[in-house]
């Protein structure tokens, strides 16, 4: 087989990218370890910033977000006892998406489904082949048969764990990493949400976040150990829990429920540079990982994709590298700024067992002068909405 790019992975940076290409003419094929089924079945984010969905509708697949995507214009960040609200709309004149993961997935896999693109489920031993060179391939197995894509170029677009990264010598790469000394507990549940929008809760018992996936589903997290594990957390426990860390309006309002999904994620920061090596260029997960306090992660899958497919489409249109050249540099300014905002997010909220009194002090009175000053709520709220392409 041969095409104009192989991309690795149908996460949403790869189906996003695969979209994108198709859009503009550029043939391309994804390979995906896992099946269709299952990659749709992973809850991941939920929380989309006003250029990523300006990016889906690009990509033509916005039309039911539009629909049944829940626009917010604020958060509430709750600490003693107090909610304190930040209008992102009044403070920038933007708002952010609520609509999830799974249904933006959902929404690019029909879309390639319609274009007639082709997508290659339960690949196994993908390896990246001459990616330094003009002429690159992937090898892979599927149903024990080995076959070979000739490409001109390769997305690595295959998460933390995936093959591209660790295809690229470790001398060319750069690695820079911190991982917190917490994790968080999330369960969803078919309750209505906890209140009409997210509450961010720095508490003495650790931080919690009432997020929700629509009118009718919540998705809620609590920190917990690293060692901790789902089995130590019945759902009563988990609610028990949840209402001792917030205000009391809020706790007094909860509407109780089974958890349909139950996980402890661990949280870290990290990037990768630079995102490119020879033909192979790196998007999303693959070379950067944020602690999902800032809701960052998808948003930053989607803006390396934007930046890639408008460098693959000049180099296709004109000949020009330009863009390609550029790309890692590019990608990874908008990157850092949302690895300072994501660990400025989870430093503010978050228990540090480590921190000693006095820097708690600090915390509770960066938390205060965040309640009082606007531009401190500015701040926030531009990144939070996401900073301009
Ligand atoms: C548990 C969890 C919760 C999260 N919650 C949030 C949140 O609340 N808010 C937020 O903004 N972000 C969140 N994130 C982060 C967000 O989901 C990711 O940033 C986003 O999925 C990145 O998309 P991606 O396409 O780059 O990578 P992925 O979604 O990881 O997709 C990579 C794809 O590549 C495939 N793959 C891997 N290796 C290979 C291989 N060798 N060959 C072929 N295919 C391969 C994988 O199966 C996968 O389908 C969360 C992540 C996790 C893990």
Known sequence: ????????????????????????????????????????????????????????????????????????????????????????????????????????????????????????????????????????????????????????????????????????????LRIYERVYPFGWLGILSETPPVSPELIYVSHERGFALCSMRSLSRSRLYLQCGLDDNIENWPDERFWKELKLRLDPEAAAGIVTGPSIEKSIAPLRSFVAEPMRFGRLFLAGDAAHIVPPTGAKGLNLAASDVYYLWQALAQFCETGSTAGLDGYSDRALARVWQAERFSWWMTSLLHLFPERSPFEQRLQRAELDFLARSTAAQIALAENYVGLPY
């Open 1 to 172: 087989m041969r095409t104009q790019v192989a991309i690795i992975g149908a996460g949403p940076a790869g189906l996003l990218l695969g979209q994108l290409l198709h859009s503009s003419g550029i043939a391309n094929v994804i390979l995906e370890q896992r099946s269709g089924e299952y990659v749709l079945s992973r809850i991941r984010a939920g929380l989309i910033e006003a250029g990523t969905v300006d990016i889906l509708d690009r990509a033509g697949v916005g039309m039911r977000l539009h629909r049944e995507g829940l626009v917010h214009d604020g958060i509430e960040i709750s600490f003693g006892s107090h909610r304190h609200r930040i209008d992102f709309r009044k403070l920038t004149g933007k708002s952010v998406t609520i609509y999830g993961q799974t249904e933006i997935t959902r929404d690019l896999m029909e879309a390639r489904a319609a274009a007639g693109a082709p997508t290659v489920y339960e690949v196994e031993g993908v390896s990246l082949q001459e990616i330094a060179g003009d002429r690159p391939r992937v090898l892979y197995r599927k149903d024990g048969v080995t076959a070979e894509i000739g490409c001109d170029f390769i997305a690595g677009c295959d998460g933390f764990h995936g093959v591209s990264r660790q295809t690229i010598p470790e001398a060319s």
